[in-house]
């Protein structure tokens, strides 16, 4: 068996080489028939099939929006056992052009969360697996056998695996609270790479086209030409919107994590932000889900209301820029004026005093003005 490993992933490319190839977009082709990708996947001898088979089924799922396919699929691979075998030899002896078309294709079933009888299809008339459950399943064995090789995909140098992991872990908590418990006790909210991800792409000082750049590629429907911020955004975003109380407790608390989703909020699609600060005030300061105001605190560093009090601030820009700013300042309102929070004191002058003379003095009259100028001059001194 290990002889066998080693041919089949004898002579990896240097990463320059990986780079290069994974950013090219696949030449248009006639879609393969989903029997003779099973039979390409199959082919563990031969790199080159395996990643062929990887990269049809990818193109397959895309064109047909997935659904169907997957049905069908699964039908032909009822536990998907073709790919969790490369799953496993990928652990052994790794080939960088597979891990990634790996990582990808697994998103995309992992994100299926409807599909019709194979009936319906004139699929094989043979019982049809149930697809939810071999879906969670294989997301599951993915989180609990690879962690080590996820963590490794995220630090690497080399963005578009980091991005496919990202893409991968976000389509992973889609699926609901289970696997996002699953996921959030298996990711290290302490990798570094997370900071790193978190940083929108490097441009000059006041490069107005890069930002437009940015926002435009924050959607592409291609993972591998976003930003690894915006996908790490909207794993974030997953993590909270799936989220129990014991993980929605571990999250908030990981300084990675709410750094990532707050510390560059400015640069962030409209949209976005409105998402993103909605979600906050469901998730973290919404009274029913009973964090404490200590904690609560936690996820607001003097980056964060630095970012709202930018954001909130805006002029111009169109109603979707309006509603970020008008979303931006009803949080910092909050913040200044509630001691629930944890960012002011109880009436009585008790509790947890994050932000004591400054945000004493500027909303001792719970005046709107004076609460974003106090934030803004507590966090710019």
């Given at each position: 068996m290990?002889?066998?490993?080693?041919?089949?992933?004898?002579?990896?490319?240097?990463?320059?080489?990986?780079?290069?190839?994974?950013?090219?977009?696949?030449?248009?082709?006639?879609?393969?028939?989903?029997?003779?990708?099973?039979?390409?996947?199959?082919a563990v001898s031969d790199a080159e099939t395996v990643l062929t088979g990887l990269r049809n089924l990818g193109e397959v799922l895309r064109r047909s929006n997935g659904q169907e396919i997957c049905t069908v699929f699964l039908c032909l691979s009822p536990r998907l056992e073709e790919l969790s075998v490369i799953w496993e030899t990928q652990a052994l002896v790794r080939h960088e052009h597979i891990s990634t078309a790996l990582l990808l294709v697994s998103a995309q079933l992992a994100e299926r969360d409807q599909v019709q009888s194979p009936k319906q299809l004139g699929a094989p008339s043979q019982p049809a697996p149930q697809t939810?459950?071999?879906?969670?399943?294989?997301a599951d064995s993915i989180l609990a056998r690879h962690a080590k090789f996820l963590h490794q995909q995220l630090g690497s140098t080399i963005r578009c695996r980091a991005n496919a992991t990202l893409y991968l872990l976000a389509a992973i908590t889609s699926r609901?609270?289970?696997?996002?418990t699953r996921l959030v006790k298996t990711l290290d909210m302490s990798l570094p790479a997370l900071v790193n991800l978190a940083h929108p792409p490097k441009k000059k000082?006041?490069?107005?086209?890069?930002?437009?750049?940015?926002?435009?590629?924050?959607?592409?429907?291609?993972?591998?030409k976003r930003p690894s911020c915006a996908l790490l955004v909207t794993l974030i975003q997953a993590i909270l919107r799936h989220a129990d109380a014991h993980t929605?407790?571990?999250?908030?608390?990981?300084?990675?994590?709410?750094?990532?989703?707050?510390?560059?909020?400015?640069?962030?699609?409209?949209?976005v932000v409105v998402e993103t600060l909605?979600?906050?005030?469901?998730?973290?300061?919404?009274?029913?889900?009973?964090?404490?105001?200590?904690?609560?605190?936690?996820?607001?560093?003097?980056?964060?209301?630095?970012q709202l009090a930018y954001v909130s601030e805006r002029e111009g820009g169109g109603r979707r820029a309006l509603d970020a700013s008008n979303a931006a300042h009803s949080m910092l309102m909050a913040l200044g004026t509630h001691h629930s929070h944890g960012m002011v004191p109880t009436l009585e002058g008790r509790g947890m005093m994050r932000r004591?003379?400054?945000?004493?003095?500027?909303?001792?009259n719970?005046?709107?003005?004076?609460v974003k100028q106090g934030f803004i001059a507590y966090c710019t001194s």
């Open positions: 290990p002889g066998r490993l080693a041919r089949l992933f004898s002579t990896p490319p240097s990463a320059s080489q990986q780079a290069r190839q994974l950013e090219q977009p696949a030449a248009a082709s006639k879609p393969t028939a989903l029997p003779d990708i099973c039979e390409q996947l199959r939810q459950t071999v879906l969670d399943q294989y609901g609270t289970p696997l996002t000082d006041d490069d107005t086209a890069g930002k437009s750049s940015l926002l435009r590629s924050w959607d592409d429907k291609d993972p591998l929605l407790t571990t999250t908030v608390s990981s300084r990675p994590l709410m750094a990532a989703l707050l510390h560059h909020l400015s640069v962030h699609p409209h949209a909605q979600l906050i005030g469901r998730k973290i300061l919404h009274e029913s889900q009973g964090l404490p105001a200590s904690l609560q605190a936690e996820a607001f560093s003097d980056n964060a209301l630095l004591s003379q400054s945000v004493r003095k500027f909303t001792r719970h005046q709107q003005a004076q």
